[in-house]
Each structure stands twice: as structure tokens, then as C-alpha cells.
């Protein structure tokens, strides 16, 4: 559900999801968002408040965190934990510097002409769920929210609130066991919160003489693509034997802790309404 703040962007309670055994995703437990840099002081309140966050996530990288710091939301703590080993991507000829990452929106439409560029956005999951940095970096966000205090909500997020946030929602739905097409439909909303922006930007693209690779690029820079999302998700099928065996394999999850994650978060609501 897409929570309205003042200044904090693609925001969604991701309460209310059903779940294959007719459970449901408690509400005001689980957020996503794009950085908290920009929030009012409302926006704040509303997360203290209303969410009563006891963790915050932050999947961006360390440059992108101190160029655009989090403000602190009071009562919760406050994790850096970077999804993407830049030192890997540098290593394999990445096209795009750090600094460019951190005004993208500027830069993206003459990069999406570099061959590179389109490589690096088609593997852009696959090299997620196959790093094995990445995968410690998520398992470390499960492990914090499982040690963290049982009556708090949790927030994550990167810059924009999509890839790297959409995979950390992938992850943690597919533990409480939200259905496969839920989890898409989540991640495709990302696309809804940024298509002016894709579709400006697309359409400069256009205007020099690009196509569909340099737009591919600005779609999956700039937006979402569900497209590769839904492949990878059949990657993660071939090569780890699907997503249950992924969290409990790379992730380090084992029986007892999707238990406590499943009896945490999670609710059913009865002919008479109670909850268990």
C-alpha cells in the first residue's frame, strides 16, 4: 500500500500482502522507501509515530549515504549496510564513476549509450543475487530484524527505494510467504513512482537518436525492469533451486527463524475478527 509522506518518495506499507497459508502482512510493520534525507520533520514524526520504527536499513553505498545523509528517526537504529561491492564493480570495468551514481538523473542519458552501460543494466540483478558480498549484506538485514525488538516496525531503503530496496522486500516476503505474483506486482509499483521521470528522460534519449537499448537503460536506471526481475527470480529457480532455498542456503535462514519472522509479522483475521 503506497504511504503519502510530505518528502519522503516511493513509500509502501507492505501490509496487507496475503500469504499462501490465508495470512495476511501485519500493517504499520514493514516499510519501504527511497532515502530519508529529504524528510520533514512530519515525515519523521509520522515513522516515530505511527510505525514506531526500531531499525533502519540503508542499502546505499558509502558515498551515496554521506552525500546525502539519513535524518535520524528517534528510537531507531540505524544500519548501513551497503548491497553492492563497488570495489567488485570497479574491478570489472564498470563505465559509470561513484560520482556520477550520485546525480544519475543528470548523467544517465549520455551513459545509456555506452555498450558497457547496457551490459551492466541487463546483468544488474543476476550480479546482485550471484555476489556473494551481496548476499551477506542481505542476510545481515534479516538477521538484524530478526534480534530486533518484537513490537517495532523496520524501514529499508537505498537512493530511489527500488532495485536494491525491491530485492530486500523480495527476500523478506518470500520468507513470511507472500505468493511469487504478489511479490512482482510490489516491485513493478516502482514503476508507477518514477514514470514522468523515465518517460522525460526516455524521451531526450529518443530525441539523439537512441533506441531501445539506450531506453532499456534509462528504464532500469532510472525506473524498474520487471522484465529482469522476473528472469532473474527463474535464475534464482536453475541455479540456487528457488527462492526457499536461497534464503535458507545464502541467506542463513533456517526453519525456526522464518517462524519467528512468520509469527512476527503476520496476522489472521477470523470470522470474529481476533487475531493470532
Known amino acids: ?12 506499507d507492505l501490509g496487507g500482502m496475503p500469504t499462501a497459508d490465508g ?15 529529504d524528510a520533514t520533520d512530519r515525515d519523521i514524526q509520522r515513522l516515530r509515530d505511527e510505525y514506531h520504527l526500531s531499525r533502519v536499513f540503508d542499502f ?15 528510537g531507531a537504529t540505524h544500519h548501513l549496510l551497503p548491497t553492492i561491492d563497488l570495489s567488485e564493480e570497479r574491478q570489472s570495468g564498470q563505465a559509470i564513476p561513484q560520482e556520477a551514481f550520485l546525480n544519475l538523473e543528470r548523467h544517465i542519458v549520455n551513459y ?4 558497457e552501460v547496457q551490459e551492466m543494466a541487463a546483468d544488474m540483478y543476476p550480479s546482485l543475487i550471484r555476489s556473494e558480498y551481496s548476499q551477506l549484506q542481505y542476510a545481515a538485514f534479516l538477521r538484524l530484524i530478526i534480534e530486533a525488538p518484537e513490537d517495532g516496525g523496520v524501514l529499508w531503503h537505498c537512493f530511489q527505494g527500488k532495485d536494491r530496496t525491491g530485492w530486500g522486500a523480495a527476500f523478506i516476503l518470500s520468507a513470511l ?8 506486482e510490489d516491485f513493478d509499483l516502482s514503476n508507477a513512482a518514477y514514470k514522468d521521470l523515465v518517460a522525460r528522460l526516455s524521451y531526450d534519449v529518443v530525441s539523439l537518436g537512441g533506441g531501445e537499448p539506450e531506453i532499456d537503460v ?4 532510472m525506473g524498474v525492469s520487471t522484465k529482469n526481475f522476473r528472469s532473474t527470480l527463474q535464475l534464482i529457480d536453475r541455479e540456487f533451486g528457488g527462492m526457499d532455498q536461497y534464503l535458507r542456503n545464502q541467506l542463513f535462514l533456517s526453519d525456526d527463524d522464518i517462524t519467528l519472522l512468520r509469527n512476527r509479522f503476520l496476522i489472521y483475521d477470523g470470522p470474529t475478527g481476533t487475531r493470532r
Open 112 to 115: 545509456s549509450f555506452y555498450p
Open 177 to 184: 510467504g507472500v505468493p511469487q505474483d504478489v511479490i512482482i
Open 218 to 221: 534509462v528504464q532500469a536506471f
Open 23 to 37: 495470512r495476511q502482512v501485519r500493517a504499520h510493520r514493514i516499510l519501504r522507501t527511497a532515502h530519508l534525507h
Open 60 to 74: 546505499r553505498s558509502l558515498g551515496e549515504a554521506e552525500f546525502l545523509p539519513d535524518r535520524e528517526v528517534e
Open 1 to 12: 500500500m503506497e504511504v503519502l509522506f510530505d518528502n519522503i518518495v516511493n513509500a509502501r
